[in-house]
C-alpha cells in the first residue's frame, strides 16, 4: 500500500511540476509585455527557465535533502534525454534544417558547457584527488560560463529589430500575470518535494540506487515540458525553437540547475555515480554537432542514431 501512496505522489508531483511550470511561463511571459519587454527576450530567457525550472526545482530539493547522486542524475540524464530522444524523435517527425549562427556558436557553446562539467567531475584523473566531488568553486565557474551565455542571449537579442507584433496588447493584465508566476511557482515547489520524496522511497522499497531513478524515472519526467515543447515545435516546422531548445534547457541545467544549488549548499559528492555517464554526456553533445556541422541539418536517418544510441546507453543504466 505505501509503494502505491509513493506511485502516486509521484505522479502527482510531475504534474504539478509540468503544468506549475507552464502557467510559471504563462505569467511570467505576460509580465515582461505588460513592461514591452521584446518577445524576442522573452523567449529566450523566461521560456528556457520555464521548461528548466522542474530540473531546478528537484536539484534544490534533493540537495537540501542530501541526495547528491538525485541532484547529477537529474541534470546528466536531462541533458542526454533532451539531445538523443527529443532531438531524435523531433527529426524523425521533420529534418532539421539549422542556421549558421547555431552551428558556429550556439552548438560549440552546448558542447564546451557539457565539457566543462566533465572536467570538474574529474578530481580523481586529473587532479589526483580520492574523491569526485563539485565544489561552490566549480558552482562559481558554472555560472560565470552562463554569465557570458546570457551576455550572448541579449546581445543577440538588441540585434534584432523590434516588430508591432512585439508590443502587442498582453493576454493578460500585470495584476493576473503576477498571480499565474505565483502560482507557477508554488506548484513547481510543490511538485518538486513530492517527486524527490515518492521517488526516494521507491528507490528504497526496489533496493534500486538513487543514480537509476534520477537518470530514468525523474531526468524524464522533468524533460517533458522540453519534450512537449519540441513535438509541437516541430510538427509545426519551428526549425529555430526546436534546436534553440534543448541547447538552452542543456547550458541551463549545467550551469544553473546544477550549479546554483552546489553555491548555495555546498559540495556534492556523488556516491553511486559512473563514468559512464560523463562520457555519454559528451557524446551526445559531440554527435549533435557533428551531425550539425557537416551540413548544417540533422536528418531522419541521424534522429534513428540518436535515438538508438539512447536505447543502448538506458539498457545499460537499467539491465547493467
Same mark, same amino acid.
Given at each position: #500500500? ?21 502557467? %510559471? @511561463? ?13 518577445? #524576442? ?154 517527486? *524527490? ?19 530514468? *524515472? ?13 513535438? @509541437? ?12 531548445? @534543448? ?17 548555495? %549548499? ?13 562520457? #555519454? ?9 557533428? %551531425? ?13 542514431? #540518436? ?14
Amino acid at each position: #500500500m505505501e509503494i502505491l501512496i509513493s506511485i502516486a505522489l509521484l505522479v502527482l508531483g510531475f504534474v504539478l511540476l509540468i503544468k506549475g511550470a507552464d502557467i %510559471f @511561463v504563462d505569467g511570467a511571459s505576460n509580465t515582461a509585455e505588460n513592461f514591452k519587454v521584446s518577445k #524576442m527576450l522573452i523567449g529566450l530567457t523566461i521560456v528556457a527557465f520555464g521548461t528548466s525550472a522542474p530540473e531546478f526545482a528537484v536539484s534544490i530539493q534533493a540537495l537540501a535533502s542530501g541526495n547528491s547522486d538525485m541532484v547529477l542524475g537529474n541534470v546528466i540524464g536531462s541533458c542526454i534525454l533532451n539531445i538523443l530522444l527529443i532531438l531524435g524523435v523531433a527529426t524523425v517527425i521533420r529534418p532539421l534544417k539549422l542556421k549558421d549562427e547555431t552551428v558556429k556558436k550556439e552548438l560549440p557553446l552546448c558542447l564546451l558547457i557539457s565539457s566543462l562539467l566533465a572536467a570538474l567531475f574529474l578530481d580523481v584523473l586529473l587532479a589526483g584527488g580520492t574523491v569526485n566531488q563539485i565544489t561552490r568553486a566549480d558552482g562559481i565557474v558554472t555560472l560565470l560560463f552562463f554569465a557570458v551565455f546570457l551576455y550572448y542571449l541579449v546581445t543577440l537579442a538588441k540585434q534584432k529589430k523590434d516588430t508591432p507584433a512585439d508590443h502587442e496588447k498582453p493576454k493578460y493584465g500585470l495584476g493576473k500575470s503576477l498571480i499565474f508566476v505565483a502560482l507557477g511557482l508554488a506548484g513547481i515547489i510543490i511538485g518538486s518535494n513530492f517527486v *524527490v520524496d515518492s521517488a526516494s522511497n521507491i528507490a528504497a522499497t526496489f533496493g534500486l540506487s538513487e543514480r537509476m531513478i534520477s537518470l530514468t *524515472v525523474i531526468a524524464f519526467g522533468t524533460s517533458l515540458p522540453e519534450l512537449v515543447t519540441t513535438i @509541437v515545435a516541430s510538427k509545426k516546422g519551428e526549425q529555430d525553437l526546436v534546436v534553440g531548445n @534543448v541547447i538552452g534547457s542543456n547550458i541551463f541545467n549545467i550551469c544553473i540547475v546544477l550549479g546554483l544549488p552546489v553555491v548555495i %549548499f555546498g559540495t556534492l559528492t556523488p556516491v553511486g555515480f559512473q563514468f559512464l555517464d560523463i562520457v #555519454m554526456l559528451i557524446v551526445s553533445a559531440v554527435m549533435l554537432w557533428v %551531425f550539425a556541422v557537416t551540413k548544417h541539418e540533422i536528418t531522419r536517418t541521424q534522429g534513428v542514431i #540518436m535515438l538508438l544510441t539512447f536505447v543502448v546507453y538506458y539498457s545499460f543504466v537499467i539491465f547493467a
